[in-house]
């Protein structure tokens, strides 16, 4: 036998493309919505209304926490217990992030009445609009954390194409909505109450897509009312990154706001919004990139797939630099094209511009960077570094930095300090990591676990003689490893079989396809992991007739000859499972 | 996998290795080409270290195209995991296995 397989991520690249669109385009069509809920605002309402909404954003922040980050973080506790095929905690952590975070949102809709008021006095400006604004989005707030739930969870659960039909269909019908509910409630004074009841009201209409998830045969995380034991320490952990994160965004934002409203006045404030508003290009077209990290990688890391793992978190983390790149470019050699995107007026000369543009501009590398490591380490089970990550660059370094430089050498103090902060960031953490992964045993950038088993990892194309190829390769691994050599055999005959099956009955037209197979060699079990992106096929589901004389089905075969066989569909990929119990010999 | 033929009253054929989808076309491509004059064939199988479903049914198809001719098919000395594949797909009630 010449031939040796080896593992490549060619499967897991198409699936990473599959995921990777949509996100995009519902981050897109997300950020789309708050753009063009500004530009509405202030056309229809005017000027006050507009820094009225403006004000008023850190409370919108605060609202919106229990449907991003329990989104956030319930999803990647599913997509890990998905990785694991612990169906059955995954829909208990799926049904406990939804009760949790709709009983939060309507006790927010519930004290939305007396509470709107004194919060909307707490800032400067137009003390009604900003009540009305906070009013409408309290009232709505069960909609919109329904909505955002339901969208991490759709992505998760084998449907990203729909979720992002959900988003785009919701933001679309949110700005249609937004200028009619504008229009209609204006005359009447309350017009910023429409505008902010718009949001609510265009993921109702979304919600109509969301009928094709729950209706969905592939869908697996169905509601139970049983959540004991659902993981709410795990879900609260991989919810807190986010969620603080969320909330310390918001103070910062708060008091840097309060303090360059005081200090800046004419082009200083022109320039200071086109630089801030940089941060929401950026999050526009990298945002989408890093919103797969939970899905993806929490599911990968469920299933202990590092190849898979590393591959698809590589690829995230130069294409969001590359973006970030090219981004930083387009700024840089086109500062008027970019000025006039934001439509601004901006009197002072260009190189004032290109000199402050070019000192914000490089602390997004650095920023991106921070960036992922808030999204990543929570879905690898490892807070600390995202929550040392969060404080630093959300609190720590950049309030005391920002407002001392702010003083000292007003908006370049303000851009170095950015800069200062995520490179400060950045340096810390992986300081931090380097000492953290020698405390819990973990590896590299990536801090994953040295696993304690043996495993045999390799990917192969839908080519008929790979099936005994692969199948002699996996019992001599095993023999080599001192497996008995009646589960040596089997554990080959089960790869053959199910690869053979596959190749022959998977695949609806003659493509090049590719197929993982993964054994891990456990203590007292052989766990052989078959994936492919053939049609939906569960193999636990064919019936064989047990009383013929005899079958040449390969099917039946390993059904009856391993101990266990188990189907889940995931990553819309068919993942196999076959156990094979160490009985010796 | 090795294919050795023994002629005399009966065909004897040792097989060496593994009988899978690769090879059991290999083994019934040899066997197409013997002309079989024996009234009976045993598989010599105490070398044959795996056989899959696709080697059972190499096995079925020579099996039929034998009896056809009135020519009868036995399996000698077959290990215990590929006795096992035979005892879990009834192959056993099927071929004659010694």
Not at chain 1, 302 to 309: H, I, T, V
Not at chain 1, 459 to 481: G, M, P, R, W, Y
Not at chain 1, 530 to 545: A, L, Q, S, Y
């Amino acid at each position: 036998m010449t031939t040796t397989l080896k593992r490549n991520s060619k499967l897991i690249n198409r699936k990473f493309i599959t995921y990777l669109i949509p996100s995009i385009l519902m981050i897109f069509a997300m950020q789309f919505g708050s753009l063009v809920d500004g530009i509405l605002i202030g056309n229809y309402l005017g000027p006050t209304a507009l820094s009225a909404s403006s004000l008023v954003m850190p409370i919108l922040y605060i609202v919106q926490i229990p449907g991003f980050a329990l989104g956030i973080g319930g999803a990647i506790v599913v997509a890990t217990l998905l990785g694991k095929r612990d169906v059955i905690g995954a829909k208990k952590a799926y049904s406990f992030s939804i009760i949790v975070g709709m009983s939060i949102s309507i006790l927010f809709a519930l004290i939305a009445f007396p509470v709107a008021e004194p919060l909307a006095s707490l800032f400067g400006g137009d003390t009604e609009l900003c009540r009305q604004y906070i009013l409408g989005f309290l009232l709505t707030d069960p909609i919109i954390t329904y909505a955002l739930l339901i969208g991490s969870f759709m992505a998760v659960d084998n449907s990203p194409k729909l979720s992002s039909v959900f988003y785009i269909v919701s933001n679309a019908a949110k700005v249609g909505l937004e200028v009619l509910l504008i229009t209609v409630m204006k005359d009447s004074g309350y017009g910023m109450l429409g505008a902010a009841l718009s949001t609510g009201a265009g993921y109702l209409v979304g919600a109509i897509v969301t009928i094709f998830y729950l209706t969905s045969k592939k869908k697996m995380l169905t509601l139970t009312f049983n959540i004991r034991n659902s993981g709410a320490k795990s879900i609260f952990k991989a919810t807190s990154a986010s969620a603080i994160n969320m909330f310390l965004t918001a103070i910062q934002m708060l008091i840097v706001n309060i303090f360059i409203g005081k200090l800046f006045t004419g082009d200083e404030l022109v320039l200071y919004g086109l630089i801030s508003n940089m941060v929401f290009l950026f999050d526009l077209l990298c945002g989408g990139v890093l919103n797969i990290i939970p899905n993806l990688c929490g599911i990968f890391y469920g299933e202990k797939d590092y190849y898979s793992l590393k591959s698809v978190t590589r690829k995230i983390y130069w294409i969001n630099i590359g973006i970030t790149v090219l981004i930083s470019l387009f700024v840089l050699i086109f500062p008027g094209a970019y000025c006039a995107i934001f439509g601004a007026d901006y009197s002072g000369d260009i190189a004032t511009i290109n000199s402050v543009l070019w000192v914000y501009l490089i602390s997004f590398i650095p920023y991106e960077i921070n960036k992922f490591s808030t999204n990543y380490y929570p879905t690898i089970d490892k807070t600390v570094p995202s929550m040392v990550t969060v404080f630093l660059r959300e609190l720590i370094i950049v309030l005391p930095l920002t407002l001392v430089l702010l003083h000292t050498n007003g908006l370049m103090g303000y851009c170095m300090a950015c800069w200062i902060n995520e490179v400060a960031t950045v340096i810390i953490v992986y300081i931090f990591i380097h000492f953290y992964n020698k405390r819990k045993k973990c590896s590299g950038i990536f801090m994953l676990e040295k696993l304690d088993v043996e495993s045999f990892d390799v990917s192969l194309d839908n080519n008929e003689q790979n099936a005994s190829i692969v199948s002699e390769q996996i019992t001599e691994f095993a023999k080599s490893h001192n497996i008995p050599n009646r589960e040596s055999q089997i554990v080959g005959l089960a790869a053959e079989e199910m690869v053979d099956n596959i190749i022959n009955h998977g695949y609806k037209k003659k493509s090049h396809d590719y197929i993982d197979i993964n054994l891990k060699l456990f203590k007292d079990t052989l766990l052989l992991r078959i994936r492919d992106d053939g049609v939906p096929f569960d193999p636990t589901k064919v019936e064989f007739d047990e009383k013929e004389e005899y079958s040449t089905s390969g099917l039946k075969l390993i059904k009856n000859i391993t101990d266990k066989m188990t189907y889940m569909r995931i990553l819309n990929l068919n993942n196999t499972v076959f156990e094979i119990k160490l009985k010796g010999e | 996998m090795e294919i050795s033929m023994k002629r005399g009253e009966e065909l004897v054929v040792a097989l060496k290795g593994r009988l899978d989808t690769v090879t059991s076309v290999e083994f019934t491509d040899a066997l197409s080409k013997e002309e079989i004059k024996e009234a009976k064939v045993i598989i010599e199988a105490k070398d044959l270290e795996y056989i899959s479903s696709a080697g059972l049914r190499a096995l079925l198809a020579l099996k039929k195209s034998l009896a056809a001719s009135n020519k009868a098919l036995e399996i000698h000395n077959l290990n215990p995991v590929c006795q096992e594949v035979f005892k879990v797909t009834g192959f056993n009630n099927i071929l004659t296995v010694k």
